[in-house]
């Protein structure tokens, strides 16, 4: 067999050695795959059009902007330390006219990626007009968020102070988070309140979606692992523990086979209910006023006021050890 030259290691001439150094990873092939391949999405899923990341709400830029509300909601507690009884207002002030203005920008992003077709006079004095009315919202929510504050204070021995509930619990985090989220899902901006939603879910590890309605005297305890669907509602003074799901039981779909958005299909939690970790509730079901769900229970139906839903008591079986398992070692 002939002996053929080994040119792995031949020189190149200078500009294919250039070219194949520029280009070593192959990545001209693969830019020109991607780009095909996002051609034929957005081909096919027109009505979800990208406007490029641009014109999206950014998740670290509102994830500023929650935590000046939260100093603005909580300036002594959860503002920076330079902040004073006496300062407190100019705080405030100066706090909400900055956190007020990035949040504007957000929505404004939001509504045009939503309604491009709008222009961007209309879509500006939109997204004005929500943080508005956000901001006339802000003293109801503090006012919520203290009684869910004394809820927790009051729910949980190990509390020493209301200070270290606000600090300290990942539950009260989610609910301002929710509380905050909630009041923009409805005023007209769903996913700069979903990306609050998510921000708080990656903080805590609970998921709350905006669209949940919370009564006041919410409590979570501990809280990894909740989970509350978009269409949930709980009444006043709920309680729950962590790895909790209120969720949908099915997804009924429309007539191309999609899923039907925003239908009834969480639960509804009345007054006063305790439901305690690891309990799955799934479906448009109701749980009746002054209710216990006791831990690891799934329920799937309705429960009538002041139940106590409880597991099936514990079967023990005891099997007899073989002889060959009772035989010394």
Not at 17 to 33: K, R
Not at 75 to 90: A, I, Q
Not at 194 to 222: V, W
Not at 272 to 290: F, P
Request: proline content about 6%; hydrophobic content about 40%; overall charge negative.
């Amino acid at each position: 067999m002939e002996n053929l030259p080994d040119r792995s290691s031949a020189p190149l001439p200078a500009d294919a050695s250039a070219q194949a150094e520029a280009d070593l990873w192959n990545v001209q092939g693969i830019v020109g795959q991607l780009a095909e391949i996002r051609r034929k999405w957005r081909t096919v899923n027109a009505q979800h059009a990208e406007y490029g990341v641009e014109s999206f709400p950014s998740r670290v830029r509102l994830a500023k902007v929650v935590e000046e509300l939260c100093g603005a909601l909580f300036p002594l507690r959860l503002g920076p330390d330079f902040v004073r009884l006496h300062n407190e207002d100019t705080f405030v002030t100066q706090t909400l006219q900055i956190a007020f203005s990035r949040l504007q920008a957000q929505v404004r992003l939001e509504l045009t990626y939503s309604s491009p077709d709008d222009g961007r006079d209309i879509n500006d004095d939109r997204a004005t007009q929500i943080v508005l009315a956000l901001g006339r919202e802000l003293p109801e929510i503090r006012r919520l968020l203290d009684i869910d504050i004394e809820a927790a204070f009051r729910g949980d021995p190990s509390a020493r102070s209301l200070d270290e509930v606000l600090i300290c619990f990942p539950g009260l985090l989610a609910i301002i988070h929710h509380r905050l989220a909630h009041k923009l899902h409805l005023l007209g901006a769903p996913l700069v309140a979903r990306i609050i939603s998510e921000i708080s879910h990656g903080q805590t590890g609970i998921d709350i979606h905006p669209g949940a309605q919370i009564g006041e005297g919410f409590f979570i305890d501990h809280g990894t692992g909740v989970v509350i669907g978009e269409t949930a509602i709980l009444g006043d003074n709920v309680r729950i523990y962590q790895g909790v799901t209120l969720g949908a039981k099915n997804f009924p779909l429309g007539p191309t086979g999609a899923l039907i958005k925003s239908l009834p299909r969480h639960p509804v939690i009345e007054n006063n209910v305790v439901i305690y970790a690891g309990a799955t509730i799934l479906g448009r079901v109701t749980i009746g006023a002054g209710s216990e769900i006791g831990g690891n229970v799934w329920l799937t139906h309705d429960v009538p006021p002041f139940s106590r839903v409880y597991q099936a008591r514990e079967q023990n079986l005891v099997i007899r050890p073989s002889s060959e398992d009772e035989a010394p070692a």
